[in-house]
């Protein structure tokens, strides 16, 4: 359920639209974050200044509280993003001021299974919002952040967790297999079958696989990826769309594409490339989705990457104004598992977080970031969490040359793992009935499909027919 949150400027968060006041109500300096991107120790100050900015907007570690939560209108998986950013952060800058609370929230939220199915989301948890959790986690494991005590759920297990758990909801029933976005059949959007709840799944096997050497987690990826390619999901090009009715038997796709979708699948298949030794096959996936990638990126201001589905219309949410965040993170990642990309990404991600970095031009410090990395230094009168975690990964992503790429369980990680966490299937889960959910709930669960549809029927302009 979705309610407002009050800004750092003293109005309230509802939409792109509202946010004009707040605009006005601030002085814009225009200092913006100063970013040399020749410069190592300027890339991960201007990585800190967005790091500080998002974690304002944090209040999980404050008295009364839950660890792990970020105030209203977030919902619950962007949180789970944020603390992979973090993740990354740390990766990145070997800056570990944000350890102690990324640790603590990534603890607190594992849920009572240890799957990242607490009691105060499972309610309306779809399988996305788990996987952004897991992926976090999955993350942790290969950059090597630091392990939790031993008496607490490890990194590698949680990742093996939410995959087991997902593994276990394969849908044969509609569509020929799948996941379906809602783990329960109470919640909107339990017929709609999404890119990105399986492109999660696809992206966590293919790193399972790297991880732990493990066949199986590879077989599973290939399961992926040829059922997303036979239902649509993805097309010859290489264009990811957003989701299909199971009702219909997935023969309707709709086609709106969001830069998550392609950087979740990006990532996985560069980890299939390198799984396989660097296999044809998977390095002509690869080379397929990074040329499709070009959508995402401005043909008014060059390799500056938007969100083309909802920045030209002013139409993001808050949750779509995170997206970039993703794509940044995971095309940056692909280059260490496919170096063949890195002129091309890099291009890209440079051009990207500067055009960022001169966006963070709002609020009263003169360094609040906003979305429309295409407008340059004239800030575009937005805030959150999105728009601070979007700048934060593509200004460090540019570090990604001078760290080492990620571990596996034979080349120096150290983060246990559980084969079995995970397996219990939801039937385990206590405390889950119909009648608890409440009409708020439902809300909450179908509000992004509910969107989705709006723009599929009033946006079409920007949509691949």
Not at 66 to 72: D, E, R, V
Not at 135 to 146: D, I, L, T, W
Not at 321 to 333: G, I
Not at 363 to 392: E, H, N
């Amino acid at each position: 359920m979705r309610i407002h949150l009050k800004s750092p400027y003293g109005e309230t968060l509802r939409s792109w639209g509202a946010l004009g006041s707040a605009a006005l109500l601030c002085t814009q300096v225009a200092h913006a974050i100063q970013l040399n991107l020749d410069d190592t120790e300027s890339i991960k100050a201007a990585a800190r200044v967005a790091a500080d900015g998002m974690m304002k907007y944090y209040t999980g570690n404050q008295t009364g509280e839950i660890p792990g939560n970020f105030p209203q209108p977030y919902y619950w998986w962007e949180a789970g993003a944020a603390f992979g950013a973090l993740i990354d952060y740390y990766y990145y800058t070997g800056n570990s001021e944000y350890n102690d609370v990324t640790t603590q929230a990534m603890l607190f939220q594992v849920g009572p299974n240890n799957d990242y199915m607490p009691p105060n989301q499972t309610k309306t948890e779809g399988n996305d919002d788990q996987a952004f959790w897991g992926m976090a986690a999955m993350s942790a494991a290969e950059q090597k952040f630091p392990d939790p005590p031993r008496d607490k759920p490890q990194w590698l297990a949680l990742a093996q967790a939410v995959f087991n758990s997902q593994a276990l909801r394969w849908d044969n029933s509609t569509c020929g297999g799948g996941l379906r976005w809602q783990i329960f059949t109470f919640n909107n959007g339990y017929n709609y079958k999404n890119t990105i709840s399986n492109g999660c799944f696809f992206n966590m096997a293919a790193r399972l696989a790297m991880y732990t050497g493990n066949e199986t987690y590879a077989e599973w990826a290939d399961t992926m990826w040829d059922w997303v390619s036979r239902v649509g999901l993805m097309s010859p090009q290489y264009q990811f769309y957003d989701g299909t009715d199971d009702t219909l038997n997935c023969t309707s796709i709709n086609h709106i594409q969001w830069t998550y979708n392609a950087g979740v699948y990006l990532l996985g298949a560069a980890n299939m490339y390198n799984f396989t030794n660097g296999s044809a096959i998977w390095r002509e996936r690869v080379e397929g989705i990074l040329n499709a990638t070009e959508v995402f990126f401005s043909p008014q201001v060059p390799n500056v990457m938007y969100e083309v589905a909802c920045e030209p219309n002013g139409k993001c949410n808050v949750d779509q104004m995170s997206f970039k965040a993703y794509l940044s993170r995971w095309m940056a990642a692909t280059t260490k598992m496919a170096p063949f990309t890195y002129d091309f990404v890099m291009t890209r991600l440079r051009a990207s977080a500067q055009a960022a970095a001169q966006q963070c031009t709002g609020g009263s410090d003169g360094m609040t970031c906003g979305l429309r990395w295409t407008m340059g230094p004239k800030w575009d009168g937005t805030y959150g969490v999105g728009q601070q975690m979007s700048a934060l990964e593509v200004i460090q992503s540019n570090l990604i040359a001078k760290v080492s790429g990620p571990v596996t369980n034979s080349t120096g990680g150290t983060s246990k793992g559980n084969p079995a966490a995970g397996t219990g299937g939801d039937s385990s889960l206590t405390g889950i009935s119909t009648e608890a959910i409440t009409a708020g709930d439902r809300v909450g669960a179908g509000f992004l499909t509910t969107l989705i549809l709006v723009g599929v029927l009033g946006g079409a302009w920007w949509m691949v027919a």
